[in-house]
């Protein structure tokens, strides 16, 4: 059984950072693309960032230069390290791994629990 759990959420004035880690665990074979997305309320869920197992990234046009997403493949992990972060930017922060569970398999999509992101003003 695969697990995706994302932590590093709270309350932060606008201007202020967080860091968001979330951690693959479970019988995995190999992790591709890993994506950061974020939900506020009434609103779609949207993309935030990816990033692939070669380390090429992907961001909204609305974090570029501000967020940054990485990652450490020795630990099954992404992290979300967000900067000047803005009142608007207030959601439910979710955590989406592509991954294979063996040598051959398919690829699945796994999603976290969510982590609460509020920006104060």
């Known amino acids: 059984q695969v697990q995706l759990v994302e932590s590093g959420g709270g309350l932060v004035q606008a201007g202020g950072s967080l860091k968001l880690p979330c951690a693959a665990s479970g019988n995995i074979f190999s992790i591709n693309t890993m994506s950061w997305y974020r939900q506020a309320p009434g609103k779609q869920r949207e993309l935030v960032a990816d990033i692939t197992s070669g380390d090429s990234t992907n961001y909204a046009d609305s974090v570029k230069g501000r967020f940054t997403i990485s990652r450490d493949n020795a630990k099954n992990t992404v992290y979300l390290q967000m900067n000047s972060l803005k009142p608007d930017e207030t959601a439910v922060y979710y955590c989406?791994?592509?991954?294979?569970?063996?040598?051959?398999?398919?690829?699945?999509?796994?999603w976290g629990q969510g982590t609460q992101v509020t920006v104060s003003e």
């Open positions: 989406n791994a592509n991954l294979k569970l063996v040598a051959r398999g398919y690829n699945y999509s796994y």
